[in-house]
């Protein structure tokens, strides 16, 4: 009987389905199991015709049987709760990872106006700035500010190997807003004088990055524009070597 219990177990722990049923309804449902499985055990061992012994014998190995059950039950609690960890986790590291490394860039260089604008309209090629172009600015601190965001925005591309494969947001779409930054001939220039500063891995990706984001450009010269279909075309077939913890 224990045996059939164990098998009943290793069934339940594979039907993804049944397991969640069983976190869903907790305790409710194992009461549930265990009073129907009492009952019917009983009045199996009561209706049998059989020495004292061999009943008594039974019924511990019903009560053993039981037990079986609760450890069932605790071990699927474990299991549900590190997966609800590990879920609550990944979106964690999604949320941060969006704000600090697709998010905060651009709204920093927005507030940085007029001597960012140039680098942020390079960056977003497919955007329409109306041809408005300031003519009053700092050089100096142009060149500065254009310095410190290629950092920041190849820091990004390098904290995505890291924690990409964590993130919920999907690959393809990191990529898509890659392919879209280095179309920039700024951060184009400034990565050939700094990328001693990044890791080989990170210099891999930008070099495959560049590669894919001149026949984007070729594109854009030919037809005059860029569709979410270019982008994904080659976001999809872009594989990346996430780092191993």
Same mark, same amino acid.
């Given at each position: 009987?224990?045996?059939?219990?164990?098998?009943?177990?290793?069934?339940?722990?594979?039907?993804?389905?049944?397991?969640?049923?069983?976190?869903?309804?907790?305790?409710?449902?194992?009461?549930?199991?265990? #009073?129907?499985?009492?009952?019917?055990?009983?009045?199996?061992?009561?209706?049998?015709?059989?020495?004292?012994?061999?009943?008594?014998?039974?019924?511990?190995?019903? *009560?053993?049987?039981?037990?079986?059950?609760? #450890?069932?039950?605790?071990?699927?609690?474990?299991?549900?709760?590190?997966?609800?960890? +590990?879920?609550?986790?990944?979106?964690?590291? !999604?949320?941060?990872?969006?704000?600090?490394? /697709?998010?905060?860039?651009? =709204?920093?260089?927005?507030?940085?106006?007029?001597?960012?604008?140039?680098?942020?309209?390079?960056?977003?090629?497919?955007?329409?700035?109306?041809?408005?172009?300031? +003519?009053?600015?700092?050089?100096?601190?142009?060149?500065?500010?254009? =310095?410190?965001?290629? &950092?920041?925005? &190849?820091?990004?591309? +390098?904290? &995505?190997?890291?924690?990409?494969?964590?993130?919920?947001?999907?690959?393809?779409? /990191?990529?898509?807003?890659? *392919?879209?930054?280095?179309?920039?001939?700024?951060?184009? %220039?400034? /990565?050939?004088?700094?990328?001693?500063?990044?890791?080989?891995? !990170?210099?891999? =990706?930008? %070099?495959? *990055?560049?590669?894919?984001?001149?026949?984007?450009? +070729?594109?854009?010269?030919?037809?005059?524009?860029?569709?979410? $279909?270019?982008?994904?075309?080659?976001?999809?077939?872009?594989?990346?070597?996430? $780092?191993?913890?």
């Amino acid at each position: 009987m224990i045996y059939r219990s164990l098998l009943m177990l290793k069934c339940i722990i594979k039907d993804q389905k049944m397991t969640d049923f069983i976190f869903k309804h907790g305790i409710y449902f194992i009461l549930i199991l265990v #009073v129907i499985f009492l009952i019917v055990g009983y009045f199996s061992v009561y209706r049998l015709k059989t020495e004292k012994d061999r009943k008594i014998e039974l019924i511990i190995q019903i *009560l053993a049987a039981v037990s079986v059950v609760l #450890v069932a039950y605790n071990l699927i609690l474990s299991t549900q709760s590190n997966k609800r960890i +590990e879920e609550n986790r990944n979106a964690d590291i !999604t949320l941060r990872n969006i704000q600090r490394n /697709w998010l905060s860039p651009q =709204i920093e260089l927005s507030r940085l106006y007029p001597e960012s604008y140039f680098l942020y309209k390079s960056m977003t090629p497919d955007s329409d700035y109306c041809g408005f172009e300031p +003519e009053v600015y700092d050089p100096a601190k142009r060149k500065q500010i254009e =310095i410190a965001y290629s &950092f920041r925005v &190849f820091q990004a591309m +390098e904290d &995505f190997l890291t924690i990409g494969s964590h993130d919920l947001t999907g690959k393809y779409v /990191w990529i898509n807003n890659f *392919l879209m930054w280095m179309q920039s001939p700024i951060l184009r %220039e400034h /990565w050939e004088v700094i990328s001693f500063n990044f890791s080989l891995d !990170t210099r891999e =990706i930008i %070099e495959r *990055l560049n590669m894919e984001s001149d026949a984007l450009i +070729e594109k854009r010269k030919c037809h005059g524009f860029i569709t979410l $279909r270019d982008y994904d075309a080659v976001s999809k077939k872009f594989y990346v070597y996430f $780092r191993i913890p």
